[in-house]
């Protein structure tokens, strides 16, 4: 069983930063690839990163890729969404998941057959 904890939302002004962070526990996160999703109000999910478990290759949505770093320390048991150059349209409640396939596959940004979910974490950029 994995337990995923999200943390580090909250509300910013358009151009700020965020770190978001996703904690396990109940296993380790080491040998398993995660991503990270959001949904806004009345919006579809929408999937944005992903992180490979052995060489920490990663992936991003072309919406967030320039400004959206995904990270991982395994030693924490943590991977993390650094956020720079936020907008409003950011504006979301983010999760982090697991297939618990060590690698991202081609079509990661879909939610679809994610064996773990936390429960996300609210982001609001505003003025």
């Known amino acids: 069983q994995v337990q995923l904890v999200e943390s580090g939302g909250g509300l910013v002004q358009p151009g700020g930063s965020l770190r978001l962070s996703c904690a396990a526990s109940?296993?380790?996160?080491?040998?398993?690839?995660i991503r990270w999703f959001r949904q806004a109000p009345g919006k579809e999910r929408e999937g944005l990163s992903c992180i490979d478990s052995n060489d920490g290759s990663t992936y991003y949505a072309d919406s967030v890729k320039g400004r959206f770093t995904i990270s991982r320390d395994n030693a924490k048991n943590t991977v993390y969404l650094q956020m720079n150059s936020l907008k409003p349209e950011d504006t979301a409640v983010y999760y982090c998941?697991?297939?618990?396939?060590?690698?991202?596959?081609?079509?990661?940004?879909?939610?679809?057959?994610?064996?773990?979910w936390g429960k996300g974490t609210l982001v609001t950029v505003s003025s």
């Open positions: 109940g296993s380790t996160l080491d040998y398993y690839a």
């Open positions: 998941a697991t297939d618990l396939h060590q690698y991202c596959p081609g079509y990661w940004k879909a939610g679809d057959g994610m064996a773990y």
